[in-house]
């Protein structure tokens, strides 16, 4: 009698391998499945960038996607291929469990966790391997709440290459306790959900507007350079004298991590679209593995250039170029 070792002896072993093997014929001749996850506190301008990158990608050649996770989006600029809205809305949480609206939309979104797989069911009917999820505002989805993070991960484990698109405002950098205040929201967001992530501020345009009230040049905000030098900035304000140790120490924290980074983007300027699906297609995989043709200039495209961020500013704003 022939004994079985590990399970690939005799007639199970063999039928065992059979069934790996066929397991890893489907995976590698499946299409692949990419996705980014457009987050950012309200305001940051996060559906109307749904809207313009899909409009940019579909001109580009890309079938592309947006999935609407907002329960209380109801102004998009967009068609949604799937809309969390016909699952469940804020409005409905709200009058039927008498939540406010901060309650209510954490209600919707772990609804949406507890209905997983409806979600997934209306992404498997659509014709399309990219996807655009445009979600809530609300930042503590991203930095305390695990409902999003589970569904984004249970996503990759069936096969979606996904990353992280965090949007705030380009304002913040103006004033240094509000740019810490960027910092330190953009580096739990990045511990929190746990993906490949790319920071954008976003508005560009009124970043140039407001470049005579910033005490240093653009990259010193989008490589987050010594940040000792905002501290002395702020010691000329009450505040920054009041909390100097606090300031201080989330300083040295998100140097500790030197994980934060921002890329700039004008959503109205094709270039800036461009560098920016560069920077995503270089996180989530694509580049290196959808169906489009690859070659060497398609993949340096997504290298980084040398050109300085205030010259991709200069150009993309300046309306003769």
């Not at 409902?147 to 103006?174: D, P």
């Not at 989008?222 to 702020?234: G, I, R």
Request: proline share 3%; glycine share 6%; net charge negative.
């Amino acid at each position: 009698m022939v004994s079985s070792v590990n399970g690939f002896n005799g007639r199970n072993g063999w039928l065992k391998r059979e069934i790996m093997q066929n397991s890893l014929v489907k995976l590698r001749t499946q299409t692949p499945l990419y996705g980014q996850l457009v987050i950012g506190p309200p305001g940051a301008g996060k559906t109307s960038y749904c809207h313009k990158m899909l409009k940019f990608l579909e001109k580009i050649g890309r079938k592309a996607m947006v999935v609407n996770l907002d329960p209380a989006n109801d102004n998009m600029e967009y068609t949604s291929a799937v809309d969390i809205m016909q699952l469940i809305t804020v409005q409905d949480a709200m009058e039927q469990f008498g939540l406010g609206p901060n309650g209510a939309l954490i209600y919707c979104v772990e609804f949406l966790e507890t209905n997983f797989q409806w979600l997934l069911d209306q992404l498997k009917s659509l014709d399309s391997n990219y996807f655009i999820f445009d979600c809530p505002g609300q930042v503590e989805l991203f930095t305390h709440n695990n409902a999003l993070k589970n569904i984004f991960a249970k996503l990759e484990q069936l096969g979606y290459h996904l990353c992280t698109v965090h949007l705030v405002e380009s304002h913040y950098c103006t004033e240094p306790y509000k740019f810490i205040s960027c910092l330190l929201l953009s580096l739990h967001t990045m511990l929190q959900m746990g993906l490949p992530h790319v920071n954008v501020l976003s508005k560009a345009d009124q970043l140039k507007e407001a470049d005579s009230k910033l005490p240093f040049n653009v990259e010193y905000y989008t490589e987050v350079l010594d940040l000792s030098y905002l501290l002395e900035c702020m010691d000329t304000s009450r505040m920054g004298k009041k909390f100097k140790q606090l300031n201080e120490a989330i300083v040295s924290m998100v140097e500790d991590y030197s994980l934060v980074s921002f890329l700039l983007l004008d959503s109205k300027r094709e270039q800036s679209l461009l560098r920016l699906k560069n920077a995503i297609d270089k996180a989530n995989g694509y580049v290196y593995g959808a169906g489009e043709e690859k070659n060497i200039n398609t993949l340096l495209a997504c290298a980084v250039g040398a050109e300085t961020e205030a010259d991709r500013m200069e150009r993309d704003i300046d309306p003769y170029t």
